[in-house]
């Protein structure tokens, strides 16, 4: 299974910008994908995720502010971010897994939130 994750930029205080996960290979081994962001010195940290029972969860510091969604046409799961923040600056990533753990990880998009 490889992951591409796309859609990061540079963006203002509250503006938007929405993150792509695109899944190819035997993608029917998955069965949930996870977002993640790293900061500048800091641990990287659980976004949220969604699985293919449409369960869809959040991290506190996000909610409301993201959404998951997913495209199963286009293998492709989306992170919408709103409301963006000089905090939510990150690379992001995107994970696969089929069971509790995160078996495949894309590449980082490179997310900056400035003026």
């Known amino acids: 299974v490889q992951l591409q994750a796309s859609g990061g930029g540079l963006v203002q205080p509250g503006g938007s910008l929405r993150l792509s996960c695109t899944t190819s290979?035997?993608?029917?081994?998955?069965?949930?994908i996870g977002w993640f962001r790293q900061a500048p010195g800091k641990e990287r940290e659980v976004v949220g995720g969604?699985?293919?029972?449409?369960?869809?969860y959040y991290a506190d510091s996000v909610k409301g502010r993201f959404t998951i969604s997913r495209d199963n046409a286009r293998h492709t799961v989306y992170l919408q971010m709103n409301s963006l923040k000089p905090e939510d600056t990150a690379v992001y990533y995107c994970?696969?897994?089929?069971?509790?753990?995160?078996?495949?990880w894309g590449n980082g998009t490179l997310v900056t939130v400035s003026s």
């Open positions: 994970a696969a897994g089929s069971g509790s753990s995160w078996d495949y």
């Open positions: 969604i699985n293919w029972n449409k369960n869809i």
């Open positions: 290979g035997r993608t029917d081994s998955i069965y949930r």
